[in-house]
Nanobody, 121 residues
């Protein structure tokens, strides 16, 4: 089971850190992706990280503002979000995939319940 947390209401330009904690299995062998879905829009990839954290990728819209990281000892993956914009408003999901990471959500097997991020003044 994956549990996403850390969402909330933040002003434009602000920061949030999302966490994705796993229970019942270890994340060591899993690539992790963060995805988001805004009302009326399709789910899109935000960032993903390889099992060892040696590789990361980001959507163009968040490059330079978001940072993904993981602590396998704590069985947790993080998404540090800075310089937030109103267009970042969405429900954010984390997902796990055994093996190599992909940015396409269709390749991910295990999903957390989502955490709401709202960027508004």
């Amino acid at each position: 089971q994956l549990q996403a947390s850390g969402g909330g209401l933040v002003q434009p330009g602000g920061s949030l850190r999302l966490s994705c904690a796993a229970s019942g299995f270890g994340l060591d062998d899993y690539a992790i992706g963060w995805f988001r879905q805004a009302p009326g829009k399709e789910r899109e990839g935000v960032s993903c990280i390889s099992r060892s954290a040696s590789k990361t990728s980001y959507a163009d819209s968040v490059k330079g503002r978001f940072t993904i990281s993981r602590d396998n000892a704590k069985n947790t993956v993080y998404l540090q979000m800075a310089s937030l914009k109103p267009e970042d408003t969405a429900v954010y999901y984390c997902a796990a995939r055994y093996g190599v990471y992909y940015s396409d959500p269709k390749y991910y097997t295990y999903w957390g319940q989502g955490t709401q991020v709202t960027v508004s003044s």
